[in-house]
């Protein structure tokens, strides 16, 4: 069955960096573009950012563009998503999600949770 | 940018009822809407895509309508397992974005 697993989620303080990752099974991970949404606490839901089923585009939300970013390794079967200068307000749940063919997140993760604080 | 505005914001109904979610845009979307399912504690759910095509394994209580502007997301009879947060979403094609509504929690009258 299709897995998500995500990790690499911690308290860091602010301006410092974070990596998290997201490894997938049960499905061909070449084959889907991929993204990151996440949710602050008691929050509703904000995409992040996506990468191409090759690995060649990535987009972001305003909010984060120039200081997160998407790659994948489809060696290892895995998203990444690296965030420099973090801000308190990054402080949420980070989902991994796959993009179905119709370009809609129709598998998510369970999430790592990441708290931006001093 | 296109903004999804969610009605009620909260939706207090009695197992076995009717449930009828509104989500509107600020511009039209065509039919590019999903609706999700999160329950506490857990990841959202994709209930339907294309504002009116189940995904996969969705019971057929669940129903979407809408164009354009204006979505509905129908819950036909509403089981003790339905009540949670929905969410609209909508997706442009080029460059690619997505935007989340603000939810509506169908509770427990």
């Known amino acids: 069955q299709v897995q998500l697993v995500e990790s690499g989620g911690g308290v860091v303080q602010p301006g410092r960096s974070l990596r998290l990752s997201c490894v997938v099974s049960g499905f061909s991970f070449s084959n889907y573009a991929m993204n990151w949404v996440r949710q602050a606490p008691g929050k509703g839901l904000e995409w992040v950012a996506v990468v191409s089923d090759d690995g060649s585009n990535t987009y972001y939300a305003d909010s984060v563009k120039g200081r997160f970013s998407i790659s994948r390794d489809k060696s290892k079967n895995t998203l990444y998503l690296q965030m420099y200068s973090l801000r308190a307000e990054d402080t949420a749940l980070y989902f991994c999600?796959?993009?179905?063919?119709?370009?809609?997140?129709?598998?998510w993760g369970q999430g790592t949770l990441v708290t931006v604080s001093s | 940018e296109i903004v999804l505005t969610q009605s009620p914001a909260t939706l207090s109904l009695s197992p076995g009822e009717r449930a009828t979610l509104s989500c509107r845009a600020s511009q039209s979307v065509n039919n590019y809407l999903a609706w999700y399912q999160q329950k506490p504690g857990q990841a959202p759910r994709l209930l339907i895509y294309d504002a009116s095509v189940r995904a996969t394994g969705i019971p057929a209580r669940f129903s979407g309508s809408g164009s354009e502007t204006d979505f509905t997301l129908t819950i036909s009879s509403l089981e003790p397992e339905d009540f949670a947060v929905y969410y609209c979403q909508q997706r442009t094609n080029w460059p690619p974005e997505f935007t989340f509504g603000p939810g509506t929690k169908v509770d427990i009258k």
């Open positions: 999600t796959r993009q179905s063919e119709f370009y809609y997140f129709d598998y």
